[in-house]
């Protein structure tokens, strides 16, 4: 039956109801006259999302309200969807004032929707672009965002969105060419001209490094015609699509030197000289821009610092070898090429110490990349290995940070992981919306670890005995073409076609065949604050038993722990990794698993999806030891909003093909985990004592 239209009293009530008005005293008279002379499936529509924006603010959603019935008149329900969205997370990342902006400029988001219909996003195609230039030659990469698309030798930077093209996989190609473009500047020696005698050259500078910008793109092109012939078939074919006609006809008859071989940035400095006069070409659409005053400081910074890194290299290495034996004459480090190589190739280098060939460690091996491209080659006065003390320590390492500042200046580059969360109410993602670090544990008593084993000592006999027959069975493999006996079956059956004149088959053996495990699982432990006292020693104890009858199995395990304190300080401990054995520092670190915080379980559970993700298994598990429900300082965390993002985290690791479970001694867990996990996939223990002696048979079980 279709759904009756609502008048304006019903439609006042329920607007009263999501905006609050006895808190907030908003009048809602004017919006609910408004939405009343729309019909019943509209009236539905704008209704459901104001409730979804009021789950994020108030008032926000008051303005969406006052504005809808204008709001459908120029967009249809999937931009009118966009359009919120694009405000709620523009106040999860800006505030209100801003996501206020993005719902009273109505027409700028239709222009901007338009738009972006057919457009690429950064924040789409870098998890693409990111690797694809990480495996081409020279130096790593970093991709950021910016207004204009230029680099600086070491970052790539690229604007938000690209709509040029009318189609999101041209937009994206138009990305990936510009992209690779900017990757040139820095292989090809573009950056490496200095800007001061550039322009001391010439009255325009501003003309000069247009010319100067026109000239090396065309030199580019030339390279890469060369060294990536398919991705620049794609660069004519963007032009080609765009209307550009290329380079003039004069242009290329006059440049022709700089699309040889040897061609360097200083044969375009020479041409500059004799074109200057002459108005510069448009640049194609991939050429992005071009800042030498920038990428020249940022070269001048890099150029101090890999030196100092290098020749602190060279002195470990020196040390590694001789120890502290004084060595006269002091050692002489040198490098040679390995063999003949492609001219647009970096040659490889072998490092030459007292006449023999020494390895060079990868770290080592990327500053002399570094290094090359931009000076060509290694200076004599870099191989001298550096003095004891003789380099400010912060040349030789990236800035140490503090653990505790997850926000403090580049922290969440390098030590921090951002992961959305599901919002139940908006029933959308709150875009990198957590921050969640992995910390080492601090190891504990040891003692604690063989203390379990002599409490546990009978129980962890059992347990090897009922492990081991787990670890791989012998089962007969019938009707096989070779094998160790006969099947009398088949061998039957074969005899049977036979004597009807049909072909005999030739499978009439047994094989006797070996099952092998191919298990991966990760344990997270909840470490939260509620698990304090019998709670914690039950989950180490467990632990223990656990880990002392995988040793058995042969599993691949990793124990991380979890814990935290609001969305900006999500923590996972590491216990053990994958690749650990278990050896003492492992016991040590069961031993010192205690309680912390709170229990955020989202982004932790999307954490170890990306892990366990990474590694080959045929069989992943996702194993969580809890005593209750999500919890977190956050008061909305707590209850339904933390039910529902956990359930959508182990949604997202099944899609992923990680299988979740989960152990509890919450003895209200039957009332929200099936929920959460799904009716077979998890079991609540009564008692917290049983926890230690049900743990490993209950691994047995699911993965058996």
Request: a negative charge; aromatic letters at 10%.
């Amino acid at each position: 039956m279709a759904e009756r239209q609502l008048q304006k009293e019903a439609i006042g009530r329920e607007l009263d109801e999501i905006v609050e008005v006895e808190f907030s005293f908003l009048h809602t008279e004017a919006i609910a006259a408004e939405l009343a002379l729309l019909g019943a499936e509209q009236q539905r529509f704008i209704l459901q999302w104001a409730r979804r924006v009021a789950s994020t603010n108030i008032q926000l959603a008051f303005e969406f309200a006052s504005r809808a019935h204008q709001a459908l008149k120029i967009m249809d329900d999937e931009m009118l969807s966009a359009w919120c969205l694009q405000a709620m997370d523009t106040y999860d990342s800006s505030g209100l004032h801003p996501a206020m902006e993005v719902i009273k400029d109505l027409q700028g988001f239709v222009e901007v929707g338009h738009l972006r219909a057919n457009a690429a996003l950064l924040e789409k195609v870098s998890p693409i672009l990111g690797p694809f230039v990480h495996g081409l030659a020279g130096r790593k990469l970093s991709i950021e965002e910016d207004s204009i698309p230029w680099t600086d030798g070491e970052v790539l930077y690229l604007p938000d969105m690209l709509a040029r093209l009318k189609s999101e996989e041209d937009n994206f190609q138009l990305y990936k060419a510009t992209a690779v473009h900017l990757w040139a500047h820095t292989r090809y020696g573009t950056l490496n001209v200095d800007p001061g005698l550039l322009f001391a050259r010439y009255e325009d500078q501003q003309r000069a490094l247009q010319w100067f910008h026109v000239l090396e793109t065309l030199r580019l092109d030339a390279h890469l015609q060369r060294d990536l012939p398919g991705l620049f078939r794609q660069l004519r074919l963007l032009q080609e699509r765009l209307g550009d006609g290329g380079w003039p006809g004069w242009l290329i008859q006059e440049a022709g030197e700089l699309q040889a071989l040897y061609s360097t940035s200083q044969d375009s400095l020479k041409l500059l000289q004799h074109l200057y006069a002459s108005p510069p070409p448009a640049l194609p659409c991939y050429a992005g821009e071009l800042d030498l005053l920038k990428s020249w400081e940022a070269r001048e910074l890099r150029l101090q610092r890999d030196k100092a890194r290098f020749r602190d290299a060279l002195r470990v290495m020196a040390d590694e070898l001789w120890g502290d034996a004084p060595q006269e004459p002091p050692l002489e480090f040198s490098l040679q090429e390995k063999a003949q190589h492609d001219p647009d190739e970096l040659p490889e280098l072998e490092l030459i110490v007292a006449d023999q060939v020494m390895p060079i460690p990868e770290h080592v091996k990327q500053l002399i990349t570094s290094i090359q491209l931009d000076l060509t080659e290694i200076p004599e006065d870099y191989l001298v290995p550096a003095g004891e003390g003789e380099y400010d320590p912060s040349l030789l390492e990236d800035e140490a940070l503090d653990p505790d500042d997850v926000w403090g200046g580049v922290y969440h580059e390098e030590g921090a992981f951002f992961y959305d969360e599901w919002d139940f109410g908006r029933q959308h993602y709150r875009k990198n919306w957590c921050v969640l670090r992995e910390l080492d544990s601090q190891p504990g008593d040891a003692g604690f670890y063989a203390q379990t084993r002599e409490k546990y000592r009978g129980l962890i006999h059992s347990l090897h005995r009922s492990f081991e027959v787990l670890r791989g069975e012998d089962r007969i493999l019938r009707r096989q073409p070779d094998g160790e006996d006969i099947d009398i079956d088949a061998f039957v059956e074969a005899l049977a076609d036979m004597q009807s004149g049909l072909e005999m088959s030739d499978r009439v053996f047994t094989r006797m065949h070996k099952d092998e495990r191919n298990i991966a699982v990760l344990f997270m432990v909840d470490m939260s604050g509620s698990t304090k006292g019998w709670i914690n020693e039950a989950e180490r104890e467990a632990l223990v038993l656990l880990v002392e009858s995988l040793q058995i199995l042969g599993d691949r395990y990793a124990i991380y722990g979890f814990s935290g304190w609001a969305r900006k300080r999500c923590e996972v401990y590491r216990i053990k990794t994958f690749e650990e054995p278990l050896d003492d520092s492992v016991k040590a670190n069961i031993s010192a698993i205690e309680p912390k915080d709170y229990t955020r379980m989202g982004a932790p559970i999307r954490h170890f999806t990306r892990m366990l993700e990474e590694v080959e298994a045929r069989t992943k598990l996702l194993i969580t030891l809890s005593d209750g429900k999500p919890d977190d300082y956050d008061h909305y965390y707590r209850g339904e909003y933390g039910i529902e993002d956990t359930r959508q985290a182990l949604f997202e690791a099944r899609v992923a093909g990680v299988h979740p479970y989960c152990i509890t001694i919450d003895k209200e867990g039957a009332e929200y985990l099936p929920h959460m996990y799904g009716r077979a996939n998890y079991v609540v223990l009564d008692d917290v004592a049983k926890l230690p002696l049900k743990v490993s048979d209950i691994y047995r079980k699911i993965t058996s």
